[in-house]
Structure formats: structure tokens, C-alpha cells
């Protein structure tokens, strides 16, 4: 497979323009010291609370008029599906979103409101792609899925984009791994401006599918389980066209994390940063609050490292057991 080029992350810049939001690049002093600058870019600033709205809108762009008329679909663990809500919203299309029972109330709740037809079907991602296959074959829907499509990815690329150049000297970039779209987009378009740049992905040990094919080799299935960092739940698709390669070419490393320090991680961005953010918009902060861990990877994470804070949709109810110390995430037998 042929990896997506950097110029297709600078058509999808132009056409996201004046609909998704160029976000702020903020120093995280918490994490930083004297050897090590840290800085966050703040997709939890966008108009639906995620990176995903990049990657959706450059898609919609993408598709003809009689296309649209069709109407839209895909599954998603809720981020993708509420920014295809939006985007088509704004274009008048009908969109339908797929999700499992594992998805939290809150996301269903965000994409109804949009006017989007959600549907649940099964206890995993691969279970509601299931119904997705199903209504584009009968329907004739088009299906624009979360992670694995050329223009999804190239709209996740913008990120890179924004980031070196308002950063320049970055050294390491630090981005949350799941399908694997947001870090092929960013890697592809940052690697080939800066082609010594860092790639470290971050994923929770819960349901690891991306970590799990890189080491089978293959794309493989895995249980997906709950766990604080929901938005990266679910598998990568055993006939993966595009992130499998991307990920697999493009990243120097990546970190498996505990979901107590995922809790940890979401307590420290609010209670130091003043972020309210999801598990999954965590992990790069995981990853550099253990002290042991961020020694031991001290050559691969450089000293200007920027990490991708990737959505604010989270359940407050659980944000605020998190914070408290009351969530399961924080017992000593948490898996």
C-alpha cells in the first residue's frame, strides 16, 4: 500500500479551512523542567471536542453532491461519529452512527442532539462495523469510516502541519494510538517536513489492537475492554488498507498504559493544567509522569516534546470519580 503523501494533508488544510478550528499550541509547565519543554495542543478546543472533526469534514468535503444525498455512515466510539453529525448537519446530509453498548451515555447523547440517527449494535467495534457493512450494501450509504480512509487520515495530518509551524524545534511528538488515523496523519505530514522527528504512540493495555498487530505482524483481532481511555477502544480491521503500514512505518516507539495511570493522568492535566480532558487525551501526560518510565526514554523523547490533547468528551460523572479518587481506575487490583 502506498502511504498517503504530504500533499494531500495541505488540500485537506484547504478544504477544512473556516470549518475546523486551528488550536493553540499552550506550554505545559507541569510537565516540563529544566532539561524538557512540553507544550499541548489543545484539540479539545474544537467545535465538537476532538481531533476527529478534521479528518470528518475533509471526507464530507470530498464526496459528491448525489453522494451526499445518500447519506453517511459509520461506527465509531463516539468522537468520529459526532464529528460526522456535525460536519453533515452543516451540509444537510443524513448521517447514521454505529456504536457498541460500550460507548458512554454521554457521547450517544452529543451525537442524537445533532440530529444524526445513532445505532447500537453489540458490545464492540467490529460488532457495529457489522451493521454499518449492512446498511451500506442495502441502503447505499456511504460509509466514512473512523481511522482507515485516505481523507480521514489526511485531515488528522493538518495537525502535524499546525504544529511545526508554530513549534519549528519540536524534536517528539507524542500521540494517542488506537485505529491508528490521527498518528499515520501527523507522522506522514511531520516526517516528511522534518523527517528526524520523534513518533511515539500511547495506548491504553486494555484492547491494544494496534500494539497487538505490530507485534503479530499482521492486523489481528482483540477483545475489546472497557477502560478509562474509551476513545481508543476497538480493533484496526483485519483488511486494514492504509494506518496498519502508516503506523508501522512512521513510529519510533510505543507505551502500553495502566488505566491508574491514565486516572492519574487525567487528574494531574486538571488539577495543574486546568484541562477537563478524556482518558484517551491523556496518555502523553501519562507517559512523562512516571518518573522511571520518562528516564528510561529519555533519548527517544528528546527535550521539545509536544503532545496531542486530543478530545474533551468525557462523562463528568466519571471525570469526577476519577478526580476524587473514587473510580475503579485508582484500586491497587485494576488491571
Not at 484547504?14 to 532539561?35: K, M, N, Q, Y
Not at 518518573?291 to 503532545?307: D, F, H, T
Request: charged letters at 25%.
Amino acid at each position: 500500500m502506498k502511504l498517503i503523501d504530504l500533499a494531500a494533508v495541505y488540500r485537506a488544510r484547504r478544504s477544512i479551512a473556516g470549518r475546523v478550528t486551528r488550536t493553540p499550541l499552550i506550554p505545559a509547565f507541569s510537565l516540563s523542567d529544566e532539561h524538557t519543554e512540553v507544550r499541548l495542543k489543545l484539540e479539545t478546543t474544537q467545535p465538537t471536542g476532538a481531533f476527529k472533526l478534521r479528518g470528518a469534514v475533509n471526507a464530507l468535503a470530498n464526496l459528491s453532491d448525489e453522494q451526499l444525498a445518500r447519506g453517511v455512515v459509520c461506527a465509531s466510539t463516539g468522537n468520529h461519529g459526532r464529528a460526522l453529525a456535525w460536519g453533515a448537519s452543516q451540509l444537510g446530509a443524513r448521517a447514521t452512527i454505529c456504536m457498541s453498548s460500550l460507548v458512554p451515555q454521554n457521547k450517544v447523547e452529543a451525537i442524537r442532539a445533532l440530529g444524526a440517527d445513532v445505532r447500537i449494535h453489540g458490545r464492540s467495534q467490529d460488532e457495529a462495523q457489522q451493521l454499518v457493512d449492512k446498511l451500506v450494501a442495502e441502503q447505499g450509504m456511504n460509509e466514512i469510516p473512523p481511522f482507515d480512509h485516505a481523507d480521514v487520515i489526511a485531515g488528522q495530518g493538518t495537525i502535524g502541519l499546525e504544529i511545526l509551524e508554530d513549534w519549528p524545534e519540536v524534536d517528539t511528538l507524542i500521540i494517542g494510538l488506537s485505529g491508528g488515523g490521527l498518528l499515520s496523519g501527523i507522522a506522514l505530514a511531520a516526517k516528511a517536513i522534518k523527517p528526524d522527528i520523534r513518533i511515539i504512540g500511547v495506548s491504553p493495555r486494555r484492547g491494544a489492537a494496534m500494539a497487538a498487530s505490530l507485534e503479530a505482524g499482521k492486523p489481528v483481532e482483540v477483545e475489546e475492554l472497557e477502560t478509562l481511555a474509551d476513545s481508543l477502544g476497538g480493533g484496526i480491521g483485519l483488511d486494514n488498507r492504509y494506518t496498519y503500514e502508516h503506523v508501522r512505518s512512521l513510529m519510533d516507539a510505543y507505551v502500553l498504559l495502566e488505566e491508574r495511570e491514565i486516572a492519574a493522568s487525567m487528574r494531574h492535566l486538571y488539577r495543574y493544567e486546568q484541562l477537563v480532558a478524556e482518558g484517551a487525551s491523556t496518555l502523553g501526560a501519562a507517559l512523562l509522569l512516571e518518573p522511571e518510565r520518562r528516564q528510561q526514554m529519555n533519548e527517544q523523547l528528546g527535550s521539545k516534546i509536544a503532545i496531542i490533547v486530543s478530545g474533551r468528551n468525557v462523562d463528568m460523572d466519571a471525570f469526577t470519580a476519577v478526580i476524587d479518587g473514587t473510580h475503579g481506575a485508582w484500586r491497587a487490583d485494576n488491571p
